[in-house]
């Protein structure tokens, strides 16, 4: 099998089970998990699960099973976004700090703990 267009493509993806496993035969199965950090901007958004940086869509996005995102907003005024069977859960950025220290300055600090 070869695949050389996105329909292509997309009809084999449509092709999954619910697991997220195509069977192209009975040696051969493919599983997959479509997390991507990215940004999605879309028109209307309606998916099983979206994991995702930062969501912008036009008037809804709705996800059955799972929504996480850094941030999601809709353009238009009454634009909803709902997630079916559980909260939308945000994902916080962690920040990283790094300090370099001499080894006096360290030796400081580990008296004052």
């Given at each position: 099998?070869?695949?050389?267009?996105?329909k292509?493509l997309?009809?084999?993806?449509?092709?999954?089970?619910?697991?997220?496993?195509?069977?192209l035969?009975?040696?051969?199965?493919?599983?997959?998990?479509?997390?991507?950090?990215?940004?999605?901007?879309?028109?209307?958004?309606?998916?099983?699960?979206?994991?995702?940086?930062?969501?912008?869509?036009?008037?809804?996005?709705?996800?059955?099973?799972?929504?996480?995102?850094?941030?999601?907003?809709?353009?238009?005024?009454?634009?909803?976004?709902?997630?079916?069977?559980?909260?939308?859960?945000?994902?916080?950025?962690?920040?990283?700090?790094?300090?370099?220290?001499?080894?006096?300055?360290?030796?400081?600090?580990?008296?004052?703990?």
């Amino acid at each position: 099998m070869k695949i050389t267009t996105q329909k292509e493509l997309d009809d084999l993806i449509a092709t999954a089970n619910e697991s997220n496993t195509i069977v192209l035969n009975e040696d051969l199965k493919i599983t997959f998990d479509c997390t991507i950090p990215c940004n999605i901007d879309a028109y209307n958004i309606t998916a099983g699960n979206i994991k995702a940086d930062n969501i912008e869509y036009y008037a809804f996005c709705i996800a059955y099973h799972s929504l996480e995102c850094k941030s999601i907003s809709g353009i238009r005024e009454n634009s909803i976004h709902k997630c079916l069977d559980q909260e939308i859960k945000t994902i916080k950025e962690e920040k990283k700090v790094t300090i370099e220290l001499t080894e006096s300055q360290l030796d400081k600090i580990k008296h004052l703990i």
